[in-house]
């Protein structure tokens, strides 16, 4: 896992406006988030989670970590009569 520095965030919303992250990583799953906030260099950093981007409007620099989700799939471990339970 590698955190990059002064990263173009412009492929990363919907209007393209430039703007960059002062850091920005991705994770695929809950260990490589444990592995992201386990150096405390980015523990001191304000932080952002994006999806796809689609509901973001970057007007400026973020001057802090930006982490893409790349988390994919879902699983259904149980439903009830009210309710499905998904991972």
Known sequence: MSISHHVSLRNLNTFGIEAEAKAFGTFEN????????????VNQLSHMIL????NLLFTKNYDGLILKNNVRGFECIG???DHYYVK
């Open 30 to 41: 809950s260990a490589d988030l444990e592995e992201i906030f386990a150096d405390d260099s």
């Open 79 to 81: 439903e009830d009569d």
């Open 51 to 54: 999806g796809g981007g689609s």
